[in-house]
Nanobody, 120 residues
Framework: QRQLVESGGGLVQPGGSLRLSCVGS????????IGWFRQAPGKEREGVSC???????SYADPVKDRFTLLKDYAKNTVYLQMNSLEPEDTAVYYC??????????????WGQGTQVTVSS
């Protein structure tokens, strides 16, 4: 059974950092497209970062230069390193996997999400 499990969320002060983990099981993450998404209260889900190809990773404008997607396929894990966090980053963060398309537009396997709260 294929599964994704996120962890690493929590409460952090503005300007702080968190690293989210997404561990895959039942499949090899290297062969599927992986993306990070988030959904804030009362808002639609939005893309955060997407592995577009072997070396290309895209980022949404609000997180560029602050978030970094890291891959460790030996551990079948993808990370989202989040620095300089802002209250606007508060959301449930999800990782997802699926077939290769442009901008992670067709990911069908989703994790349960992990809550990130940025507040003083």
């Amino acid at each position: 059974q294929r599964q994704l499990v996120e962890s690493g969320g929590g409460l952090v002060q503005p300007g702080g950092s968190l690293r989210l983990s997404c561990v895959g099981s039942g499949f090899n993450m290297e062969y599927l497209q992986i993306g990070w998404f988030r959904q804030a209260p009362g808002k639609e889900r939005e893309g955060v970062s997407c592995i577009e190809g072997t070396i290309t990773i895209s980022y949404a404008d609000p997180v560029k230069d602050r978030f970094t997607l890291l891959k460790d396929y030996a551990k079948n894990t993808v990370y989202l390193q989040m620095n300089s966090l802002e209250p606007e980053d508060t959301a449930v963060y999800y990782c997802a996997a699926g077939r290769w398309t442009e901008s992670c537009s067709d990911l069908t396997l989703w994790g349960q999400g992990t809550q990130v709260t940025v507040s003083s």
